[in-house]
Structure formats: C-alpha cells, structure tokens
Nanobody, 129 residues
Framework: QAQLVESGGGLVQAGDSLRLSCAASGGTFSRSAMGWFRQAPGKEREFVGG????????NYADSVKGRFTISRDNAKNTAYLHMNSLKPEDTAVYYC??????????????????????WGQGTQVTVSS
C-alpha cells in the first residue's frame, strides 16, 4: 500500500524558517509528481506548490513564491517543502500529495488536488506573530 508521511511541522515565529518532509513508501514515487497543499481553519484546501518527477519543473502559489521552495530526493523517496520568511497567514495543516500512475512518469505539476492519487495525513504549521 503506497503511503505518504509528512513530518517537520511545529510552532515558529514570524520570519522563521521550517522544512517539511514527505516520505513516500510502497510505490515507485520517483515517477510521480509531488505536491504540497495547506488548509487553514475555516478555509478551503489550497495548492502551495509542486514538483514533477525529476525536479525539472516546479510551480508555486503566488502567496508563497520567493519564500517557499520544493525539492525532492528520489533516492530517498522524499520530497521537501522549504519555508522561509514565514508569516502568521501561513498557519495551516500542510499536506503532501503524489500523482502516481501504474505506468509512465508525471512530467508536469498538477495544480488541482483532485489530480493527486495519494495523500499524507498532514502536519500542523503554526506561525506566531
């Protein structure tokens, strides 16, 4: 059973940095696109950013461009979300997701959560002012 497990969340102050990890197992995630989403209380889930199968393409929400960076290490089956200059409005539960099919590679970054096939359980990030 393919699964994703996020880690690295926590409570930080505005301006701090944090790195989230997403460890994948049970599937050939080196062929997948990986995405990060977040959901704040009372708000809909939103796309934060994503990376294609070989890290050749990335895409970010305007709200995090220049502050967040996504990377991946396919040898470790792990994707990362590097968050700098955190703001209180970044407070949310952060989810990683993967689009993994039974064949082929995902050479683009899906923006819609419905296009992802696997999801992690989420990790809380709280940024205090």
């Amino acid at each position: 059973q393919a699964q994703l497990v996020e880690s690295g969340g926590g409570l930080v102050q505005a301006g701090d940095s944090l790195r989230l990890s997403c460890a994948a197992s049970g599937g050939t995630f080196s062929r997948s696109a990986m995405g990060w989403f977040r959901q704040a209380p009372g708000k809909e889930r939103e796309f934060v950013g994503g990376i294609n199968y070989n890290a050749g393409r990335t895409n970010y929400a305007d709200s995090v461009k220049g502050r967040f960076t996504i990377s991946r290490d396919n040898a470790k089956n792990t994707a990362y979300l590097h968050m700098n200059s955190l703001k209180p409005e970044d407070t949310a539960v952060y989810y990683c997701a993967a689009r993994l099919l039974s064949y082929g590679v995902i050479d683009y970054v899906p923006l819609n959560g419905r296009d992802y096939t696997h999801w992690g359980q989420g990790t809380q990030v709280t940024v205090s002012s």
